[in-house]
Every structure is written in structure tokens, then in C-alpha cells.
């Protein structure tokens, strides 16, 4: 069974406050995504990668900093976190092989007080 | 670059009824469209895609989806639902020539299924 892990699942913290979200992928799968999910607005890509040391910009990355470290692990930094950035918070992974099809993690809940 | 579009946040309709979910997308190029369902408090989950052949696709439970070139849509249907198909649907566009392989969301549809 194809499997994607984050964490923390919950994290509260303060403006200005340094935040790491963790995701890691036992599907052997090249493409990791990270979004954030809002209301209103869907699923909204911030940074995504197809393989270790390899990070490409998503649509909203502003804010974010994000680093492949091994093909399993895929981490998004928040290095000065801002009210704005309270969301949930979704990491994939995806392969050809698959067909293209997003396997995804269960979710990470940010809030920035 | 790739983007996609659904144009109803809600639809509530009876158990039993058929129903209709919308996507549009704008691509020039050849390109994968899915279809994912999110439930409360959950990850998204993987019903069913196109990328080229027949352009109806059948998915998991019932669900199925026509990819229109004309039309530039990928509507989702289900001829019967169940309470249980209450959730969030969410359609997804990436270019199929793309090393990268950006996945792109819409803004997603709120399916309530009413006893």
C-alpha cells in the first residue's frame, strides 16, 4: 500500500516563529508536492520536486523555503511563519509509472497566532 | 501553463438522484485529468483520470467522467448517489509532456447527498 507520512499533524505557533513540516513517501515515487488547502481557494501548490536536491516553484511559494533531501523525504520550511500561513497543509508523491496519480498524506494543520 | 476550474462550490442533491460535478481546464498540449475526493478531516483520495483513448472514464464506486476536447472539460458523474459520496471533489490538470509533472487543483465542489 502506497503511503505518505507528515508531520506533526498539528502545530500551533507564533508570528515570527520557525516552522518545519515533515513528509515522507514509501512509494518509491520521484514527484513530491507540497499545497496548502484553504477555503476558497482549493488546493494551491507552494513547491514540488521530482527527485533529491531538486525543488521547483510552485503557484503561491512566497514565504516558503522547501528541501528534497533523499527521494522518501520532502520538507517545507517556514522560517519567519505570519498569520497568513495558518492553512492545512498537504504533502503527495507521484510517479509515470503510476499513471500520474497523487498518493497524499493525511494532512498537517498550521496555526500562526 | 496549465489551470483548471470548477464552477460550483456546492451541489446538494437526494440519495438516489444523478449528479454532475464540473471541471474545466485551459492546456495547449496533451495533458492528465483527474478527479479526486476528499473526505472530512482527510487526505485526498484518487477516483479517476484520463490521458488519452476512450474519453469516458470509470472510476471507483460508481463514478465516471467524459473529457470533452471541444468543450475543454472533464465532468464527473454519478447515475445514483449515496449518502456516503457526501464530500469534496476536487479536479486536477497536468501536462503530460512535462518533465516536472506540475499537478494543478481546482477550487473544488461540496457534495451534499441528502437522505
Known amino acids: 500500500e502506497a503511503a505518505v507520512t507528515q508531520s506533526p499533524r498539528n502545530k500551533v505557533t507564533v508570528t515570527g516563529g520557525n516552522v518545519t513540516l515533515s513528509c515522507r513517501q514509501t512509494?518509491?515515487?520521484?514527484?513530491m508536492y507540497w499545497y496548502r488547502q484553504d477555503t476558497g481557494h482549493g488546493l494551491r501548490l507552494i513547491h514540488y520536486s521530482y527527485g533529491a536536491g531538486n525543488l521547483q516553484i510552485g503557484d503561491v511559494p512566497d514565504g516558503y523555503k522547501a528541501t528534497r533531501t533523499t527521494q522518501e523525504d520532502f520538507f517545507l520550511l517556514l522560517e519567519l511563519a505570519s498569520p497568513s500561513q495558518t492553512s492545512l497543509y498537504f504533502c503527495a508523491s507521484s510517479d509515470r509509472s503510476s499513471g500520474n496519480t497523487l498518493y497524499f498524506g493525511e494532512g498537517s494543520r498550521l496555526i500562526v497566532v | 501553463t496549465q489551470t483548471v476550474s470548477q464552477s460550483d462550490a456546492h451541489v446538494t442533491v437526494f440519495e438516489g438522484d444523478s449528479v454532475e460535478l464540473r471541471c474545466n481546464y485551459s492546456?495547449?498540449?496533451?495533458?492528465?485529468l483527474s478527479w479526486y475526493i476528499q473526505h472530512h478531516g482527510h487526505g485526498l483520495q484518487f477516483l479517476l483520470k484520463?490521458?488519452?483513448?476512450?474519453?469516458v472514464v470509470q472510476g471507483v464506486n460508481g463514478f465516471e467522467a467524459e473529457f470533452s476536447k471541444s468543450d475543454s472539460s472533464f465532468h464527473l458523474r454519478k447515475a445514483s448517489v449515496h449518502w456516503s459520496d457526501s464530500a469534496v471533489y476536487f479536479c486536477?490538470?497536468?501536462?503530460?509532456?512535462?518533465?516536472?509533472?506540475?499537478?494543478?487543483f481546482g477550487t473544488g465542489t461540496r457534495l451534499q447527498v441528502l437522505p
Open positions: 486536477a490538470v497536468s501536462a503530460g509532456s512535462s518533465n516536472t509533472n506540475k499537478v494543478v
Open positions: 512509494n518509491s515515487h520521484n514527484y
Open positions: 484520463y490521458y488519452s483513448g476512450n474519453p
Open positions: 492546456y495547449g498540449g496533451s495533458i492528465y
